[in-house]
């Protein structure tokens, strides 16, 4: 997903105003400038930031004096942005299954949503390096740091923080998605090899051959 103006700082805290607005009720460009204090073409300026991001879109037309106006909402997907209750819903969750699942189920329950995250992406191909170091990118994307290397003749992968601490925390096995995720990732073996203390930090050794003979995935 882009990086949303909502996003980027103090900078653009004007479009978080104008998504903020949008979320009460469907408006206008000449609604928003009124009510922000703004000129009709900065309010544009901002919608077609928010526009092009997937955060609002365009919710139909209005009558106006002398012609309609386009009418603009916040999307799904822009609700995200405002959204806090994932991470406390997500952690409560697994306490909830944690507590209802035996053992082996709860991890089989964890690994079957590393799967279900491989739906729709595209598989990387090239060299064991490239498909590690796209792995790492991989996490990335998802909100971690990560870096991919060479380790005692396998490929690892490591992280400076986890973007999951808030699960992972008391329920390690939450890496068991991450480590399936991976595995069908680059079509190799996954293991974890996360860092718990003195902070949490991901870690995923990839069992990838790393010499010539390596086949690129065609």
């Known amino acids: 997903m882009p990086k949303s103006p909502l ?5 653009d805290a004007t479009a978080r105003r ?4 949008l979320r009460r009720a469907p408006m206008t460009v000449d609604e928003l400038a009124r009510e922000l204090g703004l000129t009709d073409n900065a309010v544009r300026a901002h919608l077609a930031a928010l526009e092009r991001d997937g955060i609002v879109a365009r919710a139909g037309m209005r009558p106006g004096v ?9 999307t799904p997907e822009g609700e995200l942005h405002f959204s806090s209750a994932y991470i406390p819903v997500l ?27 491989m739906a729709g992406r595209r598989l990387p191909t090239g060299t064991p390096e490239e498909r590690v170091r796209a792995a790492s990118d991989l996490l990335n994307e998802l909100g971690a740091v990560t870096t991919a290397d060479r380790a005692n003749g396998h490929w690892r992968i490591t992280g400076y923080g986890c973007p999951l601490a808030a699960a992972t925390r008391h329920h390690p096995e ?5 480590e399936s995720l991976l595995s ?10 996360c860092e718990r203390e003195p ?20």
Do not use: K, Q
């Open 66 to 74: 002398t012609r309609p106006s386009v009418a603009y909402t916040i």
């Open 18 to 21: 104008v998504a903020g607005l």
């Open 184 to 193: 069908a990732f680059v079509g190799a073996p996954v293991a974890t090899c």
């Open 199 to 218: 902070r949490l930090r991901c870690c995923f050794d990839v069992e990838l051959p790393s010499g010539r003979a390596a086949r690129s995935r065609s």
């Open 174 to 178: 939450a890496c068991n998605a991450v």
């Open 7 to 11: 996003n980027r700082g103090a900078v």
């Open 91 to 117: 952690t409560e969750l697994l306490h909830v299954l944690s507590e209802r699942m035996r053992r082996p189920e709860f991890d089989s329950t964890l690994r079957a949503v590393g799967d279900r995250l």
